[in-house]
């Protein structure tokens, strides 16, 4: 328990003061003195005012685990991996649903289809950390996602085997701007996917065109993604980047030519898309897990952490000042 002592200054003369000047006021306004409310709620008139005293409370500072986090249906989402001295390995990623942008795309059976390249991009809302380079992985989810209470930051769903990223490494960096093609746009992380998924996708709108007749027969073939960080590059820090999902800029987009033609497809999140955060902690030989395991450490320095660990500010004394 830590004790801060407070010294205050008692100036009953003012309350006083303000009741003569007030009683004052109602026998030259109204030449009569009438009845008030004031001083009806102070202290009786046998208790001492000193002028100055000193009070002592207690403060108690402690971290606790909670794994009961809810992270369904955020617009923003964390993404990434960061090293950090008193809190180890923090790891966010994300579990989506990504819809159409367009209903029935128009490729009929017969067209020759060029597959260009197929990137993942996520427009940076926020950041803390430092700019680094991180290795992404995305995955085809094996079951669809539930928008129910249990869509905690501990929630695991079935996954594919095969990590549709194909870069090494992708850059995250929250402050200049990304530039595609002819297009300068807010900071984004981009992300090289394989074209043989592409081209799967493609060859499914010619074969099966009504699973793109609308975005529930969509999800039924395609369930969604999960989308996490797993390294950083030379052992550098790390990122957590908070990522605006639904933006327009953040989206799954094929680019690839039918009959010769440049087009693009799109996947998208939406307002009425499902999703969640799967947080990864990794405290071990940490002063974290060391307040954990010793809570009067708290009282020294304590931590909060977005999707496990809350900090907490305790004054158990406070209950005992008078509520008047």
Not at 54 to 73: M, N, S
């Amino acid at each position: 328990m830590k004790e801060n002592n407070q010294f205050f200054k008692w100036r009953g003369v003012n309350v006083l003061s303000a009741t003569f000047l007030l009683t004052t006021l109602f026998f030259t306004v109204a030449c009569k003195k009438q009845e008030t409310g004031v001083g009806k709620d102070t202290l009786p008139i046998d208790v001492l005012l000193g002028s100055g005293g000193v009070d002592t409370f207690t403060l108690k500072t402690y971290t606790y685990q909670d794994d009961t986090v809810y992270t369904g249906k955020l617009k923003t989402v964390p993404l990434g991996i960061m090293h950090d001295p008193d809190m180890g390995v923090i790891q966010a990623g994300i579990y989506s649903q990504f819809e159409l942008a367009y209903l029935t795309p128009n490729i009929p059976s017969s067209s020759v289809i060029e597959i260009d390249s197929f990137v993942l991009s996520l427009e940076f809302n926020s950041a803390y950390g430092e700019i680094s380079r991180q290795k992404v992985e995305v995955y085809e989810l094996d079951e669809a996602i539930t928008q129910d209470s249990s869509l905690f930051s501990t929630q695991d769903f079935q996954k594919k085997s095969l990590n549709w990223v194909t870069d090494n490494y992708s850059k995250f960096d929250n402050i200049g701007n990304t530039v595609v093609g002819t297009d300068t746009l807010r900071a984004q992380v981009r992300v090289r996917l394989n074209v043989t998924k592409a081209a799967e996708i493609i060859e499914r709108v010619k074969t099966n065109p009504a699973d793109f007749t609308s975005n529930t027969a969509f999800l039924e073939y395609l369930k969604g993604f999960y989308i996490t960080a797993t390294e950083v590059e030379g052992g550098a820090t790390g990122m957590i980047g908070s990522f605006n999902l639904v933006d327009q800029d953040s989206k799954f987009r094929i680019y690839f030519k039918r009959d010769g033609e440049v087009q693009t497809m799109d996947l998208v999140a939406s307002a009425s898309t499902k999703s969640c955060v799967r947080y990864s902690h990794n405290i071990a030989g940490t002063a974290l897990e060391a307040q954990l395991n010793n809570p009067d450490l708290g009282m020294e320095k304590f931590y909060a952490k977005a999707g496990k660990y809350r900090a907490v500010v305790e004054m158990p004394t406070i209950l005992d000042i008078p509520k008047n």
